[in-house]
């Protein structure tokens, strides 16, 4: 016979251990992919994480139709779900979370200015992965830009994976594959303004923080990175979002843009200059988002770097 008190300690050991179990399930990184598939969210447990636009996301109100487009995140989550990001926001109603985009896209002696949502658009091709699992949650997807919402000119692979938080902190990671169907195409910069690639346009501000860090030329490790805080409608306290951009981009590093006045941030590829992308080429752009509470010192940043420096690029 068991005495009562070891057979009381083990069933509180086994509710203990169920309920250890069920909330574990209860937190993992789960990926649902909305009925007209236009739409991929990853939650953790019941908390959302992010949203990605496969397919054309609906405008707020009073918005031109000319803006809706899809191909982008938003909202981008911290860590109680508050939305940290912004779409469509009337001031440029072109901005859109986070995006990746370009203002000048050349086909021979065309351009096009996607970023403005004007002459070529992403139109989803193939949702390849979209899975979760106790520590992270990875989406795959297949989209070609259209010249005139007609010609295909550019294949984009978006590679995207979020992990599980630790201390309320969380990593998303942003592999993008451009390859050129065409002949005589390239992505540009904004000429004078250098603005393009991959940027934040972040939710309204209250307390608005901006960090831009960029080592001297020759310094080896060339660390950068962008750290914008703000306290976010939703949320209890401030919330800090870090860019990294991986080291193995090209023109690393790229120089680091900031609009505080437009919330919007980037490490803006490939600068003022036209980027050639041959036909049959592949064009890789790598990120970290680093989101995170307070306003990151730089020791924890260039920790941070370093960590995403270290990551394998195959």
């Given at each position: 016979m068991i005495p009562e008190a070891w057979a009381r300690h083990v069933v509180?050991?086994?509710?203990?251990?169920?309920?250890?179990?069920?909330?574990?399930?209860?937190?993992?990184?789960?990926?649902?992919?909305?009925?007209?598939?236009?739409?991929?969210?990853?939650?953790?447990?019941?908390?959302?994480?992010?949203?990605?636009?496969?397919?054309?996301?609906?405008?707020?109100?009073?918005?031109?139709?000319?803006?809706?487009?899809?191909?982008?995140?938003?909202?981008?989550?911290?860590?109680?779900?508050?939305?940290?990001?912004?779409?469509?926001?009337?001031?440029?109603?072109?901005?859109?979370?986070?995006?990746?985009?370009?203002?000048?896209?050349?086909?021979?002696?065309?351009?096009?200015?996607?970023?403005?949502?004007?002459?070529t658009w992403t139109r989803p091709d193939e949702l390849r992965t979209a899975t979760g699992g106790p520590d992270a949650a990875r989406i795959v997807a297949l989209s070609t830009w259209k010249w005139g919402d007609k010609e295909p000119v550019l294949r984009e692979t978006?590679?995207?994976?979020?992990?599980?938080?630790?201390?309320?902190?969380?990593?998303?990671?942003?592999?993008?594959?451009?390859?050129?169907?065409?002949?005589?195409?390239?992505?540009?910069?904004?000429?004078?303004?250098?603005?393009?690639g991959f940027?934040?346009?972040?939710?309204?501000?209250?307390?608005?923080?901006?960090?831009?860090v960029t080592d001297p030329e020759g310094k080896d490790p060339r660390r950068s990175w962008i750290e914008y805080s703000d306290t976010f409608a939703g949320g209890k306290d401030r919330v800090g979002v870090a860019i990294f951009e991986h080291p193995a981009n090209p023109l690393y590093p790229n120089k680091l843009h900031q609009y505080p006045n437009l919330n919007y941030v980037m490490p803006a590829f490939p600068g003022p200059r036209e980027f050639p992308s041959p036909k049959g080429k592949t064009l890789t752009l790598r990120h970290r988002l680093w989101i995170h509470p307070g306003h990151a010192d730089e020791k924890t940043l260039a920790e941070q770097w370093t960590l995403y420096a270290k990551t394998k690029t195959e």
């Open positions: 509180m050991f086994l509710v203990a251990f169920a309920a250890a179990a069920t909330a574990a399930r209860a937190a993992e990184m789960k990926v649902t992919v909305s009925d007209d598939k236009r739409s991929v969210d990853i939650h953790e447990g019941d908390t959302l994480v992010l949203r990605y636009w496969f397919g054309t996301a609906p405008l707020p109100e009073g918005v031109p139709e000319r803006y809706a487009c899809g191909g982008y995140i938003h909202p981008l989550c911290g860590p109680d779900g508050e939305a940290l990001t912004e779409a469509h926001p009337k001031d440029h109603a072109h901005h859109r979370g986070v995006m990746w985009t370009w203002p000048v896209l050349r086909w021979e002696d065309k351009v096009t200015d996607p970023w403005a949502v004007s002459g978006l590679d995207l994976t979020a992990r599980r938080s630790e201390a309320r902190c969380r990593v998303v990671d942003i592999t993008l594959t451009f390859e050129a169907l065409v002949e005589k195409l390239s992505l540009g910069g904004r000429p004078g303004g250098g603005y393009g940027g934040l346009r972040m939710a309204p501000r209250k307390d608005q923080k901006i960090t831009l």
